[in-house]
């Protein structure tokens, strides 16, 4: 297939509302805003189901995500853009399945991928300590860059593309176990799949060597920030001590709309509740989730902290891709050499 010279001619898919505005800015003419992080919350095979597991992941019925929109009328070429940052990455394999599904060949989908883009030296020094990184955007090249990928883009091998359709096929799937084993062989084509392991595997509940149950790395900071002071999300993330830089390397992948959403689930999980919930310095439904809600630690979130956990159940679930941890109906448990196994 011959380069695309012309920027007009393309359907473009951005995976960032600021990728989106510099291509329009750029001179595309009709561009898809495909952007969610689905590194946490629900995934599914089926667009419906996904869409109607996400809005109510996120407690909203604001359309962000337009992939599925079924006015969108896939006129080839089709260009994707992304960046290396993990949850594009997710988005990619999504994407390609997808563009499969609407009747588009692989040599129709012209994938432009963004190498890394270092601001200054000290974000440079303190990227390389990151275990995993989704800070990257297409939006930080300037816009002649843009430009001249367009000239060269190509479509993927064949081979290539087929393995991102698989990859986002595993990545859904209620049984974890391929997904994981997949990352942690690699994958041709796919660096970011260690990484991306490193990050997934934060939120399931592990098992030690002797048996016993503690509970996610991700719940395990989040209960050593929180006390038996009252603090909102914002003085939970903010917090100084030795977890801080931990935290915010999970929360630079999550957004930081997780962490309210994950602590509402451990206030609402049972009648013990490991953590309460009261009324924040700022009203509810006002724009400011970090901020309408204030948390403490009780007796029982102390020893699930200290202690660990007697069943999967005394943690509240939470959905990870096609799968859930903390389910018992998935009893899915982190291995200290870093396996998934069942329970």
């Known amino acids: 297939m011959a380069p695309l010279t012309d920027i007009r001619t393309a359907t473009h898919i951005a995976f960032d509302a600021p990728t989106a505005e510099q291509l329009l800015r750029i001179g595309a003419a009709r561009v898809v805003l495909a952007s969610d992080r689905l590194l946490t919350g629900p995934s599914r095979r089926s667009p419906l189901e996904h869409v109607r597991e996400r809005q109510a992941w996120w407690n909203s019925s604001e359309l962000w995500d337009s992939l599925y929109v079924p006015e969108i009328c896939w006129d080839p070429p ?3 853009w992304v960046s290396s940052s993990l949850h594009e990455r997710v988005s990619l394999w999504r994407t390609c399945s997808w563009l499969r599904h609407a009747g588009l060949a692989c040599h129709d989908v012209l994938i432009v991928e963004l190498e890394p883009v270092v601001r200054s030296s000290a974000r440079s020094r303190e990227g390389s300590k990151r275990p995993f990184d989704c800070s ?13 990928r367009i000239e060269t883009a190509s479509p993927w091998p064949p081979e290539r593309y087929d393995r991102a ?8 799937d209620e049984n974890p176990l391929s997904f994981a084993e997949r990352c942690t062989a690699g994958v041709e084509g796919f660096p970011e799949l260690a990484p991306l392991w490193a990050f997934l595997s934060c939120f399931f509940p592990r098992r030690t060597a ?12 989040t209960l050593s920030r929180l006390s038996t002071e009252w603090q909102t ?30 602590l509402e689930h451990w ?9 309460e919930r009261a009324p924040g310095p700022k ?3 006002a724009g400011y989730p970090m901020l309408s809600e204030v948390y403490r630690l009780t007796e029982r979130g102390m020893q699930l902290r200290d202690k660990g956990l007697d069943q999967l159940t005394d943690a509240p679930s939470l959905p990870i891709a096609g799968t859930e941890a903390y389910s018992p109906s998935a009893p899915w448990v982190l291995l200290e050499d870093g396996r998934l196994a069942r329970l």
């Open 78 to 80: 089709v260009i994707p």
């Open 136 to 148: 990257q955007s297409v939006s930080d090249h300037p816009d002649d860059a843009l430009l001249a």
């Open 165 to 172: 359709v698989c990859l986002w096929d595993s990545y859904v």
């Open 210 to 221: 002797e048996g016993d149950l503690r509970l996610s790395r991700f719940d395990e900071i």
């Open 233 to 262: 999300p914002a003085g939970v993330a903010a917090q100084k001590s030795k977890t801080l830089v931990d935290m915010w390397h999970l929360l630079f992948c999550t957004g930081d709309l997780f962490l309210p959403r994950r």
């Open 267 to 275: 206030a609402d999980h049972d009648a013990s509740a490991a953590v």
């Open 283 to 285: 009203p509810p439904g």
